[in-house]
């Protein structure tokens, strides 16, 4: 096994994963919901998320859905893994990928744990809600985002 490059960024797939369960565990365990945290745009909550993203097919039984996004979820976190230890990417992708890395772990714990994800960011502006999301959703959004930009932008220049 090749030494990875950017070993120091190793830590970011567990720094999202620790900031996750904290976060988590302080909106379960402790804290009376909702909060209002601005008025009118941003507010702390408790959903269970037994669907993909932004709730999809969360209307589908957990019995089902849980063990098949878990399963995924592995899998994507082996290649993860892999493309980390194994791979020569850039910096940009060595973080994109570790960001992804754990987002999944923490969504991935949930599932096990709880059976569901927990969710409790959620920002409004007037009627309209954003689907409810946590801190692993968020890296993972990053993660994505970094990857395509990659894809889209930085292709054209090697």
């Known amino acids: 096994m090749r030494k990875p490059a950017y070993a120091a960024f190793f830590l970011l ?50 019995s089902f859905m849980n063990p098949l996004i878990t399963g ?22 060595t973080l994109a990928f570790q960001l992804l890395l754990g987002g999944a772990l923490g969504n991935i714990w949930d599932r096990l744990h709880w ?13 309209f809600y954003w689907p409810s999301f946590n801190v692993s959703d968020s890296a993972i959004t990053i ?5 395509i930009w990659d894809m889209v932008f930085a292709r054209e220049s090697r």
Do not use: C, M, Y
């Open 13 to 62: 797939s567990p720094a999202v994963l620790v900031l996750d369960r904290l976060t988590k565990a302080a909106i379960h365990n402790t804290l009376t919901l909702p909060v209002q945290v601005i008025p009118g745009f941003f507010r702390l909550v408790k959903t269970w998320n037994v669907g993909l993203a932004f709730g999809a097919f969360s209307g589908t039984s957990a």
């Open 72 to 93: 995924i979820g592995l899998l994507a976190s082996a290649w993860l893994l892999a493309l980390l230890l194994f791979g020569r990417q850039s910096l940009r992708l």
């Open 115 to 127: 059976g569901a994800v927990l969710d409790f960011l959620e920002f409004h502006i007037g009627s």
């Open 143 to 147: 993660g994505l985002g970094v990857l």
